[in-house]
Structures are given as C-alpha cells and as structure tokens.
T-cell receptor
C-alpha cells in the first residue's frame, strides 16, 4: 500500500467561497481518484485525476464545480468551488498504486462544513 | 448500472463471537472484483479483503473471510473472534475489471458494534 496524506483534515467555510484540498502520496502511483461521502452516506466517485490532462468526471459532477489537478504521479488537488451547505461532506482521495493491482487505498479524508 | 446493497444498517456482536455482514450486488458482467472496506470513527477507509469473481475459492485474511456466491450475487463478510477494534462502518464495494472504469461502487454500509 501507500501512505496518503490530505490537507486540510477539516475546514469550516462560508457559502460562496472555494476550498482546495491536497492529496499527497509517498510514492508514484498509476491512478488517483476523488470521492465524496455526504453525511451518513456511502462514497461516490467524483472523478479520476489524470496526470497532465483533464480529469474524467462521473455523471453529476462537473469541472466548473470540482476542478481537479494532477501535475505529477504523487500529487493531486480537488477544489470545491462556490460552496453551498449541500457541499458539506467528507472528501477522500484514493489511489491505485501500480499496474496489475486492483485495490484502491484511501487517504484520511477532509471533512468540509459549509455554513 | 451496477448496484450494491447492504441490507443491515446496523449489527452488533459480543467480543470473541462471530458475526456475518451481508452484501448483494447487481451486475451483468461476468468478471469483476468485490471488496470489503472498514471505516472506523477516524474515517480512514481501510481495505479488509478482496475477491476476484473468476476465483471459486473464498478469500480469507486472518479473522476475516468471505462467502462469495456468484450465481446468487452475494458477498458476505464473516468476522471471527470479534475484537473491540473491529467496531466500525463496513462497506461492500464492486469494481469492474481492468480496461473499464475503475470506479468503486459502494453499498450504504453496515455499522458494527462490538460489545465487551
């Protein structure tokens, strides 16, 4: 597995503002993903972060709302833009470490509260 | 679209006893992967066990084992000799094989309480 860190671990933000969440891995990984876990709910994939190109978004998620960057094989950011209380969730980064493996390993998550 | 159903929102077990968590899924694929993840109050998602659909043998990891019934599309998790540290939310997840989307589709989770 890999050691995955996320910053910030939690934040309280005002509606209308934006927050950028960072995901750092201690080794190069092939795939990086961003999930959302709304209060008391399961996890839903937002997008796959592609190195050097635009992220691949799942149905219901758009780039203007959740811009994602992945400048290299160990780092990615997710921005939650123009936040509303409905964006209050835990945001989790996950990785697939290398070709031939199927497991995804998760970061500790960022708990976002929008007031 | 694939769906994953966990019909037990909450379960409890006495320490040192055995508990089984249920999971069913719906897919038209013949090849896929199934996982159980654990999420303690710290919210860190921890991979517990995985099963490849093409394998008939049930996966086992120490005190954790699965009962994989492909025809019934059932994938239950058995925890033996339950420990206080096993208390957590448990999520069942499905993934299509490589070459397709790597999206994990999760069930709604089962909250497991371990009583001393």
């Amino acid at each position: 597995s890999a050691v995955i860190s996320q910053k910030p671990s939690r934040d309280i933000c005002q509606r209308g503002t934006s927050l950028t969440i960072q995901c750092q891995v201690d080794s190069q990984v092939t795939m990086m993903f961003w999930y959302r876990q709304q209060p008391g709910q399961s996890l839903t994939l937002i997008a796959t972060a592609n190195q050097g190109s635009e992220a691949t978004y799942e149905s219901g998620f758009v780039i203007d709302k959740f811009p994602i960057s992945r400048p290299n094989l160990t780092f990615s950011t997710l921005t939650v833009s123009n936040m509303s209380p409905e964006d209050s969730s835990i945001y989790l980064c996950s990785v697939r470490t290398r070709q031939g493996l199927v497991e995804q390993y998760f970061g500790p998550g960022t708990r976002l509260t929008v007031t | 679209a694939q769906t994953v159903t966990q019909s037990q929102p909450e379960m409890s077990v006495q320490e040192a006893e055995t508990v089984t968590l249920s999971c069913t899924y719906d897919t038209s694929e013949s090849d896929y992967y199934l996982f159980w993840y654990k999420q303690p109050p710290s919210r860190q998602m921890i991979l517990v066990i995985r099963q490849e659909a093409y394998k008939q043998q049930n996966a086992t990891e120490n005190r954790f084992s699965v009962n994989f019934q492909k025809a019934a599309k059932s994938f239950s998790l058995k925890i033996s000799d339950s420990q206080l540290g096993d208390a957590a939310m448990y999520f069942c997840a499905y993934r299509t094989p490589s070459g397709g989307s790597e999206k994990l589709v999760f069930g709604k989770g089962t909250k497991l309480t371990v009583n001393p």
